[in-house]
């Protein structure tokens, strides 16, 4: 929020990070049932959206409101709908689409929700049998929205209402390794750092093709947390490991 004001989610809490004073301030939320304080205060996604607030998504509390200006923090309001349990379910993605939509990606599918009306507007549901999972990383400029995969990523084109699937998991040794991050470049490529990985990948959108630069040095193998590009274009690697980068 603003040029100097950084706000980062941890396990345990919310950190208010000052860039001009180099101040740290640090706010958790009790709650009555303790157990779930330790859920609402996992603060696993954020999103800032124009109203001023920002969005919380958590692994078991699902979706929560965080007030900069009252420093409060109260569960996602909504109106009595059917949809409404996919924001219950763990929080993957949180995107600020328009004045008025967010759109949620989280473990039990799909959602956007009308922050004016308080409710959820559109919905699909994850089919685990049939391999099918609905959720939004990034939209390119045809407009077609792409997620992360099990080892791979797939592509939803609205206008074809039909999906596509690219897969890396020739190239990552026979592991799990579930596409949480995917950054879009302006090339047309996009790159992919998975949960469980010994190197990043380049996935070619307009070839279909894959590329993997390794990890080389120790730790080769690294269980990733967080992965984002600084304005200089390095990518930063939040991991249990440590923290990464690379170029």
Known sequence: TGDSIIWAGTPGGLEKINLKTGTVRWFVFPQGDKDYQVNVNAFRRLCYHSDGKLYVGSWMAGVSVFDPEKQTLEPLPMKQGADNAILKSPIAKIISRNGDQLWITALEGFAVYHTG???????KNNHLLKREFFGIESIDKAGRLWQG????????DPL???????????LHNGRWG??????????????????VTDGIYRFD?????????????QPGLLTVRGFTRRHDGVFVIAAEEGLFYWN
């Not at 074809?160 to 897969?167: E, H, I, K, L, V």
């Not at 959108?205 to 040095?217: A, E, I």
């Open 149 to 156: 995969t099990l080892n791979g990523i797939q592509c939803f």
């Open 160 to 170: 074809m209402q039909q999906f596509t699937r690219y897969s890396y998991e020739d």
């Open 205 to 217: 959108v307009t070839k279909g093709s894959w590329k993997k630069y390794p990890f080389t040095g």
């Open 178 to 195: 579930y596409t949480y991050h995917a950054i879009p470049e302006s090339g047309g490529s996009i790159i992919i750092c998975p949960l």
């Open 117 to 123: 009306r308080q409710e959820v507007i559109y919905a």
